[in-house]
């Protein structure tokens, strides 16, 4: 089972590259269990989509 660092990570390593199917579903599985990792997940989604966006690579 992955800890919030970890979890972290491999959100932000997700936004620019994609991860195995054994990490997404324990992704997944911690993000279930983990509200403070949720919101991250949303922050980082939303910044990205905001430099995507503004850098006109949507």
Same mark, same amino acid.
């Given at each position: 089972? !992955? ?6 990570? %491999? ?6 590259? *994609? !991860? ?6 324990? %992704? ?6 983990? *509200? ?11 910044i990205h989509k905001a430099c995507r966006r503004f850098s006109g690579k949507e």
């Amino acid at each position: 089972m !992955l800890n919030c660092k970890d979890t972290t990570r %491999l959100l932000s390593q997700q936004q620019d590259q *994609s !991860l195995s199917l054994r990490r997404r579903m324990a %992704l997944r599985f911690h993000l279930m269990m983990c *509200s403070g990792c949720r919101n991250y997940n949303k922050q980082i989604d939303f910044i990205h989509k905001a430099c995507r966006r503004f850098s006109g690579k949507e």
